[in-house]
């Protein structure tokens, strides 16, 4: 926005020899007493400091106590989950030779009954032997051999009722070592889920020391923040009050006012751009950026009210489009002082200003001037 020209005869007419005189300064604390309030703030920040970093150590401890916390879990959890699976392997195994079991306790009644069955045909015949004497010895062959065949059929099936009482003695006996197997893997699970809950107690523990720890961290260190912005806000009062040079306060210059930006400084844009347009709420307080003397407070074609501040060395600020100002001519002010309210900006079609910073009539890009916040 080229707004030097519409103010050039109006400069040049009324910045006379007493603008090169840098304003008074004004009543703010002596700097012997401001060093000695930035040296107790520093001392301060350096036992919060301290107590921050403490705190961050302790806080890393008990990460690592929680993660070697976690680990054992972890290898407890799997063990635990080992051990799971084989009493479940054990329980079918046992539920399998119990079937056995039964099936062998049935083919040996069944091999039992079969033999007392024998023994019920084999002894009529073995009495009627008996009873023929030796009247019928000739017909002793035959005897002989039905009594062969008897004998024969009586051993095997007498042969397989010793194997199905071995059979069922061997799965008995494996029965009793499955179910102390059971009893051991059991015990075992117990003393692992004993393990598992003492070290879920303990990784719950170094949560809630964790989640203390990093409060009382977090406390301090909004401490921490809070003081070096005390810091700051002193170091530029005592700049202020030791150094008037508009130059020594770069980077902590106030912002005009505080809004959205709408347009940033753009000299080669089209159309150019010398300063800043900030949108704002109606009738919101616009400041000084730094301390300075009032050069003009009135309208001008086109910037509406404009009110304009000498700040010494050939450094100016313009604030356009004020709904009103009461500040008077040759009157100083100091940093953030209201010098007026944010008008209507048609630029933006809505509340706000437009400001410039210029050095020498020329305009220049105020960002690098003010406060990276």
Known sequence: MPILKSLRFFLLFSLGASLLVCPGQSSASRPEELQSEIKARQEQLTRHQMT??????????????????????????????SQENRLEELVSREAELASEYEILSREKDATREELAALMDNMWPIF??????????LMEWPDLDREMTWLRAIYREAENTYSLLQDQSAELASSLVRLDIMKDEYQSGLSQVNTTKNRLLNEKLSFLGELREIRAKRLADQEIVDEILDIIDALNYQLTVSTHR?????????????????????????????????????????????SWGQVMHNDTLRGFGRVVILYHGNNYYTLYAYLSESSTQIGQEVEKGETIGLAGYYPKINSHGIYFELRFKQKAINPIPWLEKS
């Open 245 to 289: 040079e508009f130059e020594s306060l770069k980077g902590f210059l106030l912002w005009p006012a505080t809004g959205k930006l709408t347009d940033s400084y753009s000299p080669s844009g089209n159309p150019p751009h010398n300063g800043l347009s900030i949108s704002l709420e109606e009738n919101q307080p616009v400041r000084a950026i």
């Open 52 to 81: 921050v970093d403490k705190l961050s150590q302790q806080e890393r401890e008990v990460y690592s106590r929680l993660a070697r916390a976690e680990e054992r879990l972890n290898a407890i959890s799997r063990d635990l989950e």
């Open 127 to 136: 009495l009627q032997s008996q009873g023929k004497g030796m009247a019928k």
